[in-house]
């Protein structure tokens, strides 16, 4: 019997939100004091939330594994965040932007949180221009906006491009005051390892002090999670290098259910793989669709010219110019939803007409929009793009066109949760990209930065009040408990597991063969066949890790090898409940393409009637296969239209 | 343009098992790194031919790789973040480097950055400048509409320029002084140049610098050594106007 209850409320759509708020209970402030949260994460949702919970009066201690919080890797977020502002008198607003959400979402979302998310969305704006986040501006002074894939209104707020950088500021400072104030404690460079259950609720973590290699307990009444998402189990991704599942995955082993693990997003405009030197891919901000145009040869032999480096692109006339997202998809064009682009990109390269000495990249190129608006124009809105871009490639992309190629970016799925935030276990929270609430199959552009922002600022410091409510008299938790000493010695006991095995090859040996198994058969597009091999495969290489890994260094020391070791570890069990939740979907949603189910045309193909649910994986127990629980998902103000962006 | 290999590059890096420990200069050998690769690359490539020879692994700090979180904080070849201008350690490419050469890595170097371990130094206190006074004194709830607030195209456009510090501390390992005043000038402009911030900038600015000077960070002599070295370009003319903003601060005392 699962426990999946979601909490939706009653009533009608737009209405959820405010009545759930006025029935939900409310601590008082002198009760607040007593209570103990900690938030482990310090990116949007992160900061977002232990700042505004500690203004409301909660002690919050706060974690992280960088060396300060205004490091978590929303920092690198660069396009922007949406909010239904309709400033432009574009016909936006709430509905049309949970409406975009949901369609974006590839009907795989539930209605009620997106809603919710929709209808907080002007907040956030309000609160970051207070605290002070240079957003862009017209010259009379109000907020600019810029348009996005996968929508036809414009409603994205930027800080050039560097937005992430600028809210997580934001939040950052909002805590910094608080750390002030002696409300937020700050726990930098500590890892959390475990989540520690008493009674069936959250009650604390262990935690790794990463420069001493101390072991801590840290006690509280409530748990939020806010580690950010998975992306880097494909090794390659355009994630930070420290990036990681491992937090969420713990929780999982307690009880907090998986919801969705299979949809990870595909971000089409990615500066591509050079050689097998690399460590990391690099994002090249979704914003240059809008005034870039996405090309490859129509001919063949040109393509091959490229590849072999004997013409560069400007030789190509515009007539001999493939615009394949112009053609396919008039009404959307460059800026179709991620997934679309992708497969499109895919596409043409695999069929022989990828532009780079590998075949695989596509150009996306600024000669039109600057032949129409100016190179001044194209500098102020990407300058700092196109300098980064020119810093790696060595091309100047004022003059030639960027070479692009999909890259893993995001995880929709993540940690299960109730409408409250709330995971199977009470008390533990999960927020921001490590749950998997709104984006369904697949998020729009700029959405997960409203949507950390969201959960951190105005939705968990509500609902988290409901269950702390109850809580007033429950007294500090006490870290000596057994609970905490058998979790202790757990995270002990692997911790010294790795570091004996003292076997011939490194952690990233064995990163980048999960990596290349995983983008092979759990990539783009998929297929049982394949599926059911990188199963096979991921199980016979987290053997070979168990036995031959080898973790220098000293274990009560900064020793970032031993840190990977556990997030690698951890990354294959990732992997594998990826490729079962891919190998379960036999449809095709979002980012999640099963090559099963496609139309003659070779667009995804959903299957409402017999996949109309969130999967939510419960553990089981070590090497059991994992239970497979079902929320139906409900739609009463949409209609299931197949996604068309033509 | 097109990536070549370097053969064999020569890499003298500072080497320190912890804080408590004293450090010293090892060199090593690598060979084959393409000129396409960046520089942390070349490090990661470095390691694991040092975890298979058994010799400990270099540590070093990076996170992003993309020359955002200021993670990333190397001292190389005498010059903070590299042989490069406006980028970050993580963003330096091999092609700057000439085969057979010999590179020199230390840490950032300053009193108030102590060494954890080999290149890896605490920045704590750039938190705690920043706790100081670093912000605008909002809760969560209870503000106006964006639009509420007007914010000039140029002043807003000033106001990120400052607010673009990435908070790395090249700026101070650049600074014979060891002075954070670049970073405290950003942060202070970003915020004054904005309405919503100018209500607290005299306060904000006397905050941040009695705590700069409590941290052991050195004075400002105006050499313009950060401002070379700063990834972001921060304009040295941020800390004339924090210095405005200080003075106006200590006559309103
Ligand atoms: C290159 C790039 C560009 C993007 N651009 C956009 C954009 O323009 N618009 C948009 O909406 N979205 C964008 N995104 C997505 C968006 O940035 C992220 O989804 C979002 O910032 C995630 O925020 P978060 O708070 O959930 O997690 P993160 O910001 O990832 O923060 C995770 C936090 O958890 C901590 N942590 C992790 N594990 C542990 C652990 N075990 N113990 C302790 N602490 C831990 C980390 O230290 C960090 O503080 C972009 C993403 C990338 C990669
Ligand atoms: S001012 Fe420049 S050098 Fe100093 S911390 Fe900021 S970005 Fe780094
Ligand atoms: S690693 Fe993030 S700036 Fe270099």
New interface residues.
């Given amino acids: 019997m699962s426990n999946l209850n979601s909490k939706i409320p009653e009533g009608p759509l737009a209405e959820k939100w405010s009545r759930h708020k006025s029935a939900i209970k409310v601590v008082s402030p002198a009760n607040k004091r007593k209570l103990e949260v900690i938030v482990v994460g310090t990116g949007l949702g992160g900061a977002?939330a232990a700042?505004?919970l500690a203004?409301l009066g909660y002690n919050v201690k706060a974690f992280c594994y960088?060396?300060?919080?205004?490091?978590a890797?929303s920092?690198?977020a660069q396009g922007g965040i949406n909010a239904a502002?309709n400033?432009q008198n574009d016909n936006d607003s709430v509905f049309r932007l949970f409406y975009d959400t949901i369609k974006g979402g590839d009907y795989r979302a539930r209605e009620a949180n997106v809603y919710r998310l929709a209808e907080v969305s002007?907040?956030i704006?309000?609160?970051?221009?207070?605290?002070?986040v240079?957003?862009?501006?017209?010259?009379?002074?109000?907020?600019a906006n810029r348009s996005f894939g996968g929508v036809l209104v414009s409603r994205t707020f930027y800080?050039?491009g560097?937005t992430?950088?600028?809210l997580l500021?934001g939040a950052?400072?909002?805590m910094?005051?608080q750390?002030?104030k002696g409300a937020v404690e700050?726990y930098?460079r500590h890892e959390m390892l475990d989540v520690v259950i008493i009674d069936g609720k959250a009650r604390g973590i262990i935690a790794r002090d990463l420069?001493t290699g101390e072991i801590k307990r840290f006690g509280a009444h409530a748990v939020v999670v806010a580690t950010g998402g998975y992306g880097n189990v494909f090794f390659l991704s355009t994630n930070?290098?420290?990036s990681n599942g491992s937090a969420a995955w713990q929780c999982y082993k307690k009880g907090a259910f998986m919801a969705n693990p299979c949809y990870v997003q595909i971000h089409p405009t990615c500066i591509p793989v050079?050689?097998d030197?690399?460590?990391?891919l690099?994002?090249m901000s979704e914003s240059l669709r809008n005034d870039g145009r996405v090309w490859v040869p129509k001919k063949k032999e040109d393509a091959e010219k490229l590849q072999r480096?004997e013409i560069k692109a400007n030789d190509i006339p515009d007539e001999d110019r493939d615009f394949y997202l112009e053609r396919r998809y008039p009404s959307y064009g460059n800026l179709v939803p991620r997934d679309v682009a992708s497969r499109a990109a895919k596409e043409r390269c695999d069929a022989g007409y990828g532009v780079n000495s590998e075949g695989k990249a596509v150009f996306l190129d600024f000669k039109y929009s600057i032949e129409r608006l100016g190179k001044d124009v194209i500098e102020a809105r990407y300058g700092n793009l196109f300098?980064?871009y020119e810093?790696?490639t060595?091309?100047d992309p004022y003059k030639e066109p960027m070479m692009i190629y999909p890259a893993i970016h995001y995880s929709m799925g993540g940690t299960w949760v109730d409408y409250n935030l709330m995971t199977t276990v009470k008390g533990l929270y999960s927020i921001g990209e490590a749950n998997f609430s709104d984006h369904g199959a697949n998020r729009l552009g700029a959405s997960a930065l409203m949507q950390g922002l969201a959960d951190g600022?105005?939705i968990l410091?509500y609902t988290i009040g409901d269950y702390l409510a109850d809580e007033i008299m429950t007294p500090k938790t006490d870290t000596s408990a057994p609970e905490f000493k058998e979790a202790e010695k757990s995270v002990k006991e692997r911790i010294e597991k790795l570091y004996n095995i003292k076997g011939?090859k490194?952690v990233?040996?064995f990163h980048k063969k999960l990596g290349q198994i995983m983008w092979d058969h759990v990539g783009m597009s998929r297929n049982a066949e394949g599926l059911k091999e990188a199963i096979k495969m991921i199980r016979k290489l987290r053997e070979d890790f168990w036995k031959d890994v080898?973790v220098?260094?000293e274990m009560d020391?900064?020793?970032?090898?031993l840190e990977k070791a556990g997030r690698v570890a951890d990354f294959f069990d990732i992997g594998e409940l990826m490729a079962m939740d891919a190998l379960d979907r036999n449809e095709s949603c979002g980012g999640h393409f099963r090559e099963e189910s496609a139309t003659d045309e070779g667009e995804a193909k959903r299957n409402d009637e017999k996949f109309t649910y969130v999967s939510c994986w419960e553990y089981q127990g070590e090497g059991k296969e994992p239970k497979l629980n079902k929320e139906e998902l409900v739609f009463e103000n949409v209609k299931l239209t197949q996604r068309s962006y033509k | 343009m097109a990536d070549k290999i370097l053969k064999k590059l020569n890499i003298k890096v500072w080497r320190q098992n912890r804080a408590s420990e004293k450090g010293k200069f090892e060199t090593y050998t690598i060979e084959n790194i393409s000129t396409g690769s960046s520089f942390l690359e070349m490090l990661d490539i470095l390691n694991n031919d040092l975890i298979e020879k058994g010799i400990d692994p270099i540590a070093f700090d990076h996170d992003c790789r993309e020359g955002i979180c200021g993670t990333c904080s190397l001292y190389i070849n005498g010059r903070p973040h590299g042989p490069d201008t406006e980028i970050t350690t993580c963003q330096l490419h091999m092609r700057k480097f000439k085969e057979g050469e010999t590179i020199v890595i230390e840490p950032w170097r300053a009193k108030a950055f102590p060494v954890v371990k080999d290149l890896v130094v605490n920045r704590t206190a750039f938190d705690k400048i920043l706790q100081a006074g670093g912000f605008i004194s909002v809760n969560t709830g209870g503000v106006p509409d964006g639009n509420a607030i007007p914010v000039g195209y140029d002043d807003a456009e000033e106001a990120m320029d400052a607010a673009a510090c990435i908070g790395c501390g090249a700026c101070v390992a650049a600074c014979k002084n060891s002075s954070a005043m670049l970073f405290v000038a950003a942060k202070v402009s970003h915020l004054a140049k904005l309405p919503q911030g100018k209500v607290e900038a005299k306060r904000r600015a006397r905050n941040m610098i009695a705590k700069m000077d409590e941290l052991g960070f050195g004075g400002c002599t105006n050499t313009g050594a950060c401002e070379v070295e700063c990834p972001k370009s921060i304009s040295i003319s941020n800390i004339s106007r924090l210095n405005r903003e200080y003075l106006v601060a200590r006559f309103s005392e």
Avoid at chain 1, 134 to 143: S, V
């Fill in positions: 977002s700042a505004s203004e960088q060396d300060s919080p205004r490091r890797h920092i690198a502002k400033y002007p907040n704006i309000d609160q970051c221009v207070a605290q002070g240079p957003f862009g501006r017209e010259y009379g002074g109000t907020l800080a050039r560097q992430g950088q600028q500021i950052y400072q909002a910094n005051r750390i002030a700050i930098s420069i930070a290098m420290g050079h050689g030197q690399q460590s990391k690099t994002l480096g300098q980064m810093k790696i060595d091309v600022y105005f410091p011939s490194t990233d040996y080898k220098p260094g020391n900064l020793n970032p090898e």
